[in-house]
């Protein structure tokens, strides 16, 4: 991944016990992340919605935009991917695995779910809120509706597959903005003069 090509280094005092004895080695400062878009709607121009297909990875989505895996990185710095097993949607087949080793029953309740209400052909209660499983609406003119008609359940199996669609939402960087996003990026990742400061892609971390 050339994120890491971009990311600032640390001397860091490697020692057992005593710190006199220690010496300093060179590691990537991995910690350094940075929000570049803040202010930038989702609606920018310099922005596609992508809607990730089964198997497709950060690096296979970058190929397919700008004709290098390596710009994987930007994907995930866009959309906050900090962890790809977490944060990147499985495959079909990972899923379904996940799904086995996770529930005993994916098909039973994981949850309940409003049903939506109208009266006098105005929407009163908006379907899809989370409930416990006693709940019962009551309507306007004070009628109590039974269980089935109140709330449905979300099973594990639809619940799980909800979570994994929505992270195939995601948005994409268009092709002509790669090289100003990654000069941004690379300026704000320098360190600034302080006293632990060597250079700018090289700071001292004291224990």
Known sequence: MAYFDKVPEILYLKYDKNPENGSYITIRNIFARIKLIDNIVPGSTIFEDYFVKDGERPDTVSMDFYGDPGNDWIIMIINNIKNLYEDWPLSNIAFEEYMSATYDDPTAPHHYETIEQYYDDQLVLPGGLQVGEAYQFVTPDGNTLSL????????????????ND??????????????QFTEIFVNEMKFTPSTEYVSETLKISRN
């Not at 089935?148 to 979570?163: A, F, H, M, T, W």
């Open 148 to 163: 089935q008609d109140s709330r449905g359940p979300v099973s594990n199996y639809i619940y799980e597959l909800r979570k």
């Open 166 to 179: 929505k992270k195939r939402e995601i948005f994409v960087l268009r092709p002509a903005f790669v090289d």
